[in-house]
Every structure is written in C-alpha cells, then in structure tokens.
C-alpha cells in the first residue's frame, strides 16, 4: 500500500502521463483509506481547473485584440 508521500507524488505526476494499472490501482485503495490525500486531489483538480479556465481566458482575450 502507498504512504501519503508515494501518493501525493503519483497524483502530481498524473497530471504529466497516464500511471500504469497497478499504480492506479495502489492509488484508489490508498484514496479510501486516506481523507487527507482525497482533499489533496480535490485541491490538485481545482488548481487544474483554475488553470485550464486562465489560460482559455488569455487565449479569448488574445483572439479579440
């Protein structure tokens, strides 16, 4: 089973590449156990959201100048 520290570093690197089926996996059975890496992956998903949400701004603003 994943610690907190191997799982808080498998969400950040998902947001570069698709983990394999076992990290995934080994991912999921540490998230039912641990609400503080839930909220960590809540939070990670609304900064990425946030970010994603920036970006299209920039690019609607940059697209009417």
């Known amino acids: 089973m994943l610690n ?10 998902e947001m570069d590449e698709r983990p394999t089926l076992h990290e995934r996996n080994r991912l999921r059975l540490h998230l039912i156990t641990c609400s503080g890496c839930r ?7 609304l900064l990425r959201r946030a970010c994603r949400s920036m970006v299209q701004r920039t690019i609607d603003v940059s697209s009417d100048e």
């Open 39 to 45: 909220n960590y992956r809540r939070d990670l998903q």
């Open 4 to 13: 907190c520290k191997e799982a808080t570093r498998l969400m950040s690197d």
